[in-house]
């Protein structure tokens, strides 16, 4: 087992050496612009595959040094001004200059890194939103999925303010990958009440591809994906840090996040601290008990950055403890009372203090992301080992009922070649290897051993307006699970009564993606793509066995259930002016043998004097299909419409009855108004926005669901730059639910027991980017 290190170790030596010979380049240029000529100061430019980049001085002339010998992907943006795009050979061309057309509607994100290539979003055939930093921090949050829920096409399952599980177009749990810095995070994500274990503060941009994405990361990315990319290092020569403080009201949740870093002729480290605490928090109408959590992360990075590409070590380790809302109240009085049966006073329920039931989740990860630029062909390997260790407390504050851990190894690597300028190919290896062991005094999965290993192959070809990409993979997995027996006690024996039965399975299954790109002109866009998904059943689909605290169910697993396969046709025309943008994203989703679970003729099954209803895994077709809208309107320079609808639809087609966890129809509508300031003021683009977020009644309901009734919230964020010495601070305030308004979201799993969704809340967040030193020398 020991070559196999050392075989990878002398084969990245020897490309190291190799990419060595290949000569520096260096490019120049000057961004001004189009319209009157003038110069841009302060503009960046990115070269999002050496993760590294520049801005242009005062007179907008910009210098890129230690560059390949190469075609190299390179964004040009500045505030007020559309982003440019080019793909540039480093070989021939060392100066570029960039006239940028200005633009009232506000910059987005136009590079897209999480499909097999770096490019233009509007030349990726399947659907990617990206979003930027400045998003991410000023829209108040408890986790980092509750972050980017406000994505049209994206929404989330809730328990409580701080356990968020992503759904992309109707499908989650284990129909969503979720990448960290290069690799897929894993933390068992088929339970209802485990969230993604992601410091919020830790994500520089997030890419989020709506719809089939198994062609590049195999089984379970059938829904979609959530890519977390890498952050950019720090300038060159520079010791940089920033401190993102955040305070609300209701739950008195209290972040801070500390983070410094440095770059030092291409070699850059990152180090970052979060703490955050939350008591419980209160609805319209009274203090949700035992709602409160706490969260300690820590994370560092090591790397360098030169001509030949980019290698980074990663480590992170996340910490937190839930309280678990089990919603259970007094017959006479409708107060919540705590697991001894006694009544919850008011100042108790309010409280910070985190008491059983509860859940303890430590997830650390170590990986390394290497990306070696070889010519005009790149060869990119993520490596990773994480270990998680979930701890849920039933009536034993000392004594896990339920512990599960879980490790993981994940490897990806992918080599792709540029052919003729306009044609790339990609070809792609990756696999994971998967250990869960048991070491709670309850049980609801049994120990198992997981192994994937998936191929594939996949070109794209590029005319001045035209593009056109196919793909095809190949995915194998095996999973095996451990006998399990249980003494006259319920403790693990070598005999007794089984509670597990061993088995082993095998899964495979071939997947493919087809698209095409097609600009009409430079207003109007087209993109359509055919994507074929997989996913194999997850371990407590097939076997499990067991009440799941928080979950208020006995859950059986059926290890017969065949893997699901899906077809998704997907297509979208976007219109872009001056002062509009127009989108339009529909998609029609077959997926067969979709696996769900039922509670079969009222079955019940007694645990500790309980009566839990028994839900069990069955599967049959299914049908999804929705749309998305996004019209984005700037009238004049200082305000700003922005609207967003979305709707899904999802039918069972075996049984006619519609699919759970689908989000009801939702708009969005955003007015916001920046004020002009002079060049010599410290305030930097003040702004005021008011949001109006209109959910639809949800009567489109599973068996065991209650229709949600349609309710509006106001919303509202105040903010600006703020100009101290030579850093920009950012301040804002932000309030959601604003009126108070009592609501039921149709995701909320506490809708079950009757508890609303959080009112009133008010956000208090600044950011201090601050410089420790800044050396020209390099």
Same mark, same amino acid.
């Given at each position: 087992?020991?070559?196999?290190?050392?075989?990878?170790?002398?084969?990245?030596?020897?490309?190291?050496?190799?990419?060595?010979?290949?000569?520096?380049?260096?490019?120049?240029?000057?961004?001004?612009?189009?319209?009157?000529?003038?110069?841009?100061?302060?503009?960046?430019?990115?070269?999002?595959?050496?993760?590294?980049?520049?801005?242009?001085?005062?007179?907008?002339?910009?210098?890129?040094?230690?560059?390949?010998?190469?075609?190299?992907?390179?964004?040009?943006?500045?505030?007020?001004?559309?982003?440019?795009?080019?793909?540039?050979?480093? $070989?021939?061309?060392?100066?570029?200059?960039?006239?940028?057309?200005?633009?009232?509607?506000?910059?987005?994100?136009?590079?897209?890194?999480?499909?097999?290539?770096?490019?233009?979003?509007?030349?990726?055939?399947?659907?990617?939103?990206?979003?930027?930093?400045?998003?991410?921090?000023?829209?108040?949050?408890?986790?980092?999925?509750?972050?980017?829920?406000?994505?049209?096409?994206?929404?989330?399952?809730?328990?409580?303010?701080?356990?968020?599980?992503?759904?992309?177009?109707?499908?989650?749990?284990?129909?969503?990958?979720?990448?960290?810095?290069?690799?897929?995070?894993?933390?068992?994500?088929?339970?209802?009440?485990?969230?993604?274990?992601?410091?919020?503060?830790?994500?520089?941009?997030?890419?989020?591809?709506?719809?089939?994405?198994?062609?590049?990361?195999?089984?379970?990315?059938?829904?979609?994906? +959530?890519?977390?990319?890498?952050?950019?290092?720090?300038?060159?020569?520079?010791?940089?840090?920033?401190?993102?403080?955040?305070?609300?009201?209701?739950?008195?949740?209290?972040?801070?996040?500390?983070?410094?870093?440095?770059?030092?002729?291409?070699?850059?480290?990152?180090?970052?601290?979060?703490?955050?605490?939350?008591?419980?928090?209160?609805?319209?109408?009274?203090?949700?008990?035992?709602?409160?959590?706490?969260?300690?992360?820590?994370?560092?990075?090591?790397?360098?950055?030169?001509?030949?590409?980019?290698?980074?070590?990663?480590?992170?380790?996340?910490?937190?403890?839930?309280?678990?809302?089990?919603?259970?109240?007094?017959?006479?009085?409708?107060?919540?009372?705590?697991?001894?049966?006694?009544?919850?006073?008011?100042?108790?329920?309010?409280?910070?203090?985190?008491?059983?039931?509860?859940?303890?989740?430590?997830?650390?990860?170590?990986?390394?992301?290497?990306?070696?630029?070889?010519?005009?062909?790149?060869?990119? +390997?993520?490596?990773?080992?994480?270990?998680?260790?979930?701890?849920?407390?039933?009536?034993?504050?000392?004594?896990?009922?339920?512990?599960?851990?879980?490790?993981?190894?994940?490897?990806?690597?992918?080599?792709?070649?540029?052919?003729?300028?306009?044609?790339?190919?990609?070809?792609?290896?990756? $696999?994971?290897?998967?250990?869960?062991?048991?070491?709670?005094?309850?049980?609801?999965?049994?120990?198992?051993?997981?192994?994937?290993?998936?191929?594939?192959?996949?070109?794209?070809?590029?005319?001045?307006?035209?593009?056109?990409?196919?793909?095809?993979?190949?995915?194998?997995? !095996? +999973?095996?699970?451990?006998?399990?027996?249980?003494?006259?006690?319920?403790?693990?024996?070598?005999?007794?009564?089984?509670?597990?039965?061993?088995?082993?399975?095998?899964?495979?299954?071939?997947?493919?993606?087809?698209?095409?790109?097609?600009?009409?002109?430079?207003?109007?866009?087209?993109?359509?793509?055919?994507?074929?998904?997989?996913?194999?059943?997850?371990?407590?689909?097939? +076997?499990?066995?067991?009440?799941?605290?928080?979950?208020?169910?006995?859950?059986?697993?059926?290890?017969?259930?065949?893997?699901?396969?899906?077809?998704?046709?997907?297509?979208?025309?976007?219109?872009?002016?001056?002062?509009?943008?127009?989108?339009?994203?529909?998609?029609?989703?077959?997926?067969?043998?979709?696996?769900?679970?039922?509670?079969?003729?009222?079955?019940?099954?007694?645990?500790?004097?309980?009566?839990?209803?028994?839900?069990?895994?069955?599967?049959?077709?299914?049908?999804?299909?929705?749309?998305?809208?996004?019209?984005?309107?700037?009238?004049?320079?200082?305000?700003?419409?922005?609207?967003?609808?979305?709707?899904?639809?999802?039918?069972?087609?075996?049984?006619?009855?519609?699919?759970?966890?689908?989000?009801?129809? !939702?708009?969005?509508?955003?007015?916001?108004?920046?004020?002009?300031? !002079?060049?010599?003021?410290?305030?930097?683009?003040?702004?005021?926005?008011?949001?109006?977020?209109?959910?639809?009644?949800?009567?489109?309901?599973?068996?065991?669901?209650?229709?949600?009734?349609?309710?509006?919230?106001?919303?509202?964020?105040?903010?600006?730059?703020?100009?101290?010495?030579?850093?920009?601070?950012?301040?804002?305030?932000?309030?959601?639910?604003?009126?108070?308004?009592?609501?039921?979201?149709?995701?909320?799993?506490?809708?079950?027991?009757?508890?609303?969704?959080?009112?009133?809340?008010?956000?208090?967040?600044?950011?201090?980017?601050?410089?420790?030193?800044?050396?020209?020398?390099?």
């Amino acid at each position: 087992m020991m070559k196999r290190p050392a075989h990878y170790l002398l084969f990245l030596c020897l490309l190291l050496c190799a990419s060595l010979a290949f000569g520096q380049r260096a490019l120049s240029g000057h961004v001004t612009d189009k319209e009157t000529g003038e110069s841009l100061p302060g503009a960046t430019v990115y070269l999002p595959d050496l993760k590294s980049g520049t801005t242009t001085d005062k007179d907008g002339f910009y210098k890129l040094r230690d560059l390949p010998n190469s075609n190299i992907v390179v964004q040009v943006s500045f505030i007020g001004y559309k982003a440019e795009v080019l793909k540039i050979d480093l $070989g021939e061309i060392h100066s570029r200059d960039f006239q940028l057309s200005p633009s009232a509607i506000e910059a987005k994100e136009v590079v897209v890194t999480g499909n097999a290539l770096s490019s233009d979003n509007d030349r990726s055939s399947i659907s990617v939103t990206p979003i930027n930093k400045d998003m991410l921090l000023t829209m108040p949050s408890t986790n980092l999925i509750n972050s980017i829920s406000t994505v049209p096409g994206v929404s989330e399952i809730t328990t409580g303010g701080e356990i968020s599980k992503p759904v992309i177009r109707g499908l989650g749990y284990n129909r969503i990958v979720t990448l960290n810095e290069g690799v897929r995070q894993e933390g068992n994500q088929w339970g209802d009440e485990h969230g993604i274990e992601i410091d919020q503060f830790s994500a520089d941009r997030i890419e989020v591809l709506k719809g089939p994405a198994s062609l590049f990361y195999g089984s379970d990315a059938m829904g979609g994906v +959530i890519n977390i990319l890498e952050q950019t290092p720090a300038r060159p020569g520079s010791i940089d840090g920033e401190w993102v403080s955040q305070a609300s009201t209701n739950d008195r949740l209290l972040s801070n996040s500390l983070m410094v870093e440095g770059n030092q002729k291409g070699w850059i480290w990152r180090a970052r601290g979060t703490y955050k605490t939350a008591a419980s928090y209160r609805t319209p109408t009274e203090w949700v008990y035992n709602s409160g959590f706490y969260e300690k992360n820590y994370s560092l990075t090591a790397g360098i950055v030169k001509h030949w590409g980019y290698s980074h070590l990663h480590f992170s380790s996340f910490n937190t403890k839930i309280g678990m809302i089990d919603g259970t109240r007094d017959s006479a009085t409708g107060q919540f009372i705590d697991y001894q049966g006694n009544i919850v006073s008011e100042q108790t329920a309010k409280s910070r203090s985190i008491e059983v039931p509860f859940q303890v989740v430590n997830h650390n990860k170590i990986s390394s992301v290497t990306n070696l630029l070889l010519n005009d062909n790149q060869l990119k +390997i993520s490596l990773g080992y994480q270990w998680n260790n979930r701890k849920e407390f039933g009536e034993n504050a000392d004594e896990p009922g339920l512990f599960f851990h879980l490790d993981t190894w994940t490897y990806d690597v992918r080599y792709t070649r540029l052919l003729f300028e306009s044609l790339e190919l990609v070809g792609g290896i990756s $696999g994971m290897t998967q250990f869960n062991r048991n070491h709670g005094t309850q049980y609801l999965i049994p120990d198992y051993d997981l192994q994937d290993l998936g191929g594939f192959v996949y070109m794209k070809k590029t005319w001045e307006k035209f593009t056109f990409n196919l793909g095809l993979r190949y995915d194998y997995r !095996h +999973i095996k699970s451990y006998s399990l027996y249980l003494d006259t006690l319920g403790h693990a024996a070598t005999a007794g009564d089984t509670l597990f039965k061993g088995f082993s399975r095998d899964f495979s299954a071939f997947t493919g993606s087809t698209g095409m790109t097609f600009r009409l002109n430079k207003s109007v866009n087209f993109k359509f793509n055919v994507g074929r998904g997989f996913r194999a059943p997850n371990i407590s689909e097939l +076997i499990a066995n067991g009440l799941h605290e928080g979950t208020f169910r006995y859950e059986i697993g059926n290890p017969d259930l065949n893997p699901e396969t899906s077809l998704q046709i997907d297509g979208e025309i976007s219109w872009e002016t001056k002062f509009l943008n127009l989108s339009f994203n529909g998609y029609y989703n077959i997926i067969d043998n979709f696996i769900y679970y039922r509670n079969l003729n009222g079955e019940k099954k007694e645990v500790n004097g309980v009566w839990y209803p028994v839900y069990r895994y069955v599967q049959g077709n299914s049908l999804l299909k929705g749309f998305e809208v996004e019209l984005d309107i700037h009238p004049i320079e200082a305000l700003h419409f922005d609207n967003n609808l979305d709707y899904v639809w999802g039918e069972n087609l075996s049984t006619g009855i519609p699919l759970p966890f689908i989000p009801a129809l !939702h708009l969005t509508d955003q007015v916001k108004w920046t004020f002009k300031t !002079h060049k010599t003021s410290a305030l930097k683009q003040p702004y005021i926005q008011l949001e109006l977020e209109t959910h639809f009644t949800q009567d489109r309901i599973d068996v065991f669901e209650t229709v949600t009734p349609g309710y509006v919230l106001l919303n509202f964020n105040i903010g600006t730059k703020l100009k101290v010495k030579n850093q920009i601070w950012t301040l804002y305030i932000s309030g959601k639910n604003v009126l108070d308004e009592k609501y039921f979201d149709h995701l909320s799993r506490l809708k079950e027991v009757g508890i609303y969704n959080m009112g009133r809340r008010i956000t208090f967040g600044l950011v201090i980017p601050f410089g420790l030193y800044n050396s020209q020398k390099d």
